[in-house]
């Protein structure tokens, strides 16, 4: 009976597909499908990678591919490590960074709990909100240039109308001052949304029951928002964080679509200063190895938080 | 503790009507089990009793005073739910301990520890305060949602088919702790189940609860033996009550206008038929060990019964089958005195 249906099956086959297949095991068969993407993957990631960190340790410039290539060793690395343009890029991708992260969280998780109040056309507002995040950093970019216009800006225009300042002194994008905080306001705007989502997933992934307990056993709002919601969402707020870290470590669009790094260098952030090192001075070798230690610094601090991230979610 | 007091409370939700007219009055320090199929209004009636939802309808009392408008921090119950309703990031003891530390309560630390423990033996815990709630196995999860309620001594314990995700053996031994701890504690309990046996075992009264009406209400054994109609016959014992058609078999003494005589083992004699004459056939007899199933045939109908492990029939075995004293019931399915 059984030898009778498997024989059926076997006939069912056309012949000539069968007899190709049947030379090839699953596990080479599996090969075939995944070898496309693996070898996209080699050429437009691998490859990369190791001729970057070839190069690396030479003083190749691209914009002269007849010079000699020479070994320089770990020379590239000990002049990024001590070269104080460097340090101060550092410094402003850093207070980028936790600016950035501070407020979209605060204000992301914010909406969300809203949100998850479920009032009336919460639907259409969660949409609303989502708006920012849909769109292309270089419409943002542009859109927000404008904005920032002293002269026809409604950003100006909007905080003169508040604080009584004349709008041809707020000049968001050419004040040392103001310009790292215009880029933060701009990032926040557009990436809130993103955190809101993460957050809103977390909260609606606590069951309603344990509210219900909460209230019976007589805690307050206050005291269910700490022992209750915020624990259990913390892990969603980690991960939110941690996408938006890792995005914000290499921030380049918005910063080149609005100020360039400018006024000065008080706005150039790390990627900023790789962009100027490798294809305006053309410092191929010299910049390969910042982006090498860029990308062990991010990868380093990724994996410590991802371990503090599992830590949370296994309690 | 203290008595609560139901009165002609109804709850629909949209056009679902959950509760309809509910009345009933839980004396203090009574153990009361509803008792009804899924959807007849069980945990409703709960959830409106801890003012988890609003009566549509009627007014709650609890301990004497009007709590139908009161919210459910207000009202001084405690709940244990169907799921493992624990606050994951905290250690069992901060669990159980949660309730005591309310700010309503400003209890000191040192008395908050020791009625911890207290519990924390009672529902056999105490050897895992310090675990994280969410590293327990799911009986161990319950006890500490029940003894997340004992800590407290509100006026009245609700408690939602708390038994109903545990193992059988578990369920077993925490059903008698569970009444144990009742009657230890005086405490006045309303406790949701489906579960016949929970239901028999553990209640003062049993009110078995149908589409939202509470059909009847008293002790096991009235309930057992006196039931108000079909609903309830076919709620309790096992095997199920055989319903049979009225003149399927001999049944003199039936009062008029009987339709249905429902017939438990101990309504039944069976006996293997003598010269010639017999009512049913031996269908199949189940071994369950200490006890048999013994499943007969009359005409259309099928009989399941408990008889005797060394029961000497067998499959195919001609047999009289005669009432005892069975329960008569009316076209309208209320049973006939």
Known sequence: ?315 | MADVHIRNVSKSFGEQIAVSGLDLHIADGEFVVLLGPTGAGKTTTLRLIAGLERPDAGTIHIGGHNATALSPAERDTAFVFQQYSLYPHLSVYDNLAFPLRSPARKMPEDQIRRRVEDVAKMVRIHHKLNNRSTKLSGGEMQRVAIGRALVRRPAIYLMDEPLSSLDAKLRGDLRLELKRIQAELGATMLYVTHDQIEAMTMADRIGILADGVLVQIGTPRAIYSEPANLHVAARLGQPAINLLPAGLLPDGGAPAGTRTIGARTEHLSIDKAANGHADGVVDWVEHLGDQNHLHVTVGAKKLVTLTDPDTPLAKGDKVTIRYRAPLYFGADGQRLM
């Open chain 1, 1 to 315: 009976m059984l030898n009778r249906t498997a024989d059926s099956v076997a006939r069912a086959t056309p012949e000539p597909l069968a007899r190709k297949v049947r030379g090839i095991s699953d596990k080479g068969l599996a090969w075939l499908f995944i070898s496309p993407t693996i070898l996209l993957l080699l050429a437009i990631n691998i490859f990369p990678l190791f001729w970057a960190i070839y190069l690396s340790f030479t003083n190749y410039r691209a914009n002269r591919p007849n010079e000699v290539v020479k070994n320089l060793g770990l020379a590239n690395y000990r002049r990024i490590l001590g070269d104080q343009d460097i340090w101060i890029a550092m410094q402003t991708t850093a207070h980028f960074v936790f600016w950035t992260i501070l407020l979209q969280t605060l204000i992301g998780f914010t909406l969300a709990w809203l949100i998850d109040r479920k009032f009336r056309g919460h639907a259409f507002w969660t949409t609303i909100i989502l708006v920012p995040m849909m769109l292309s950093p270089a419409v943002v970019g542009n859109f927000w240039r404008f904005l920032y216009e002293p002269q026809i800006g409604l950003f100006a225009y909007a905080i003169s109308f508040v604080s009584g300042i004349p709008p041809t002194d707020i000049q968001m994008l050419s004040n040392v001052s103001l310009a790292p905080w215009s880029i933060i306001i701009v990032d926040t705007w557009m990436w809130t949304p993103y955190v809101m989502l993460i957050c809103l997933a977390g909260l609606r992934s606590i069951p309603e029951y344990i509210y219900e307990a909460a209230e019976v056993d007589r805690a307050s709002n206050w005291r269910q928002f700490w022992s209750i919601t915020l624990p259990m969402a913390l892990p969603f707020i980690m991960l939110a964080v941690l996408f938006r870290g890792i995005e914000n470590f290499k921030m380049f669009d918005m910063v080149n679509l609005l100020t360039g790094g400018g006024p000065g260098s008080t706005t150039e952030v790390a990627s900023i200063t790789l962009k100027r090192q490798a294809f305006e001075s053309w410092r191929t070798g010299y910049s390969s190895a910042f982006a090498i230690i860029l990308f062990v610094a991010v990868f380093g601090l990724a994996n410590i938080y991802v371990k503090a991230l599992n830590k949370v979610k296994q309690r």
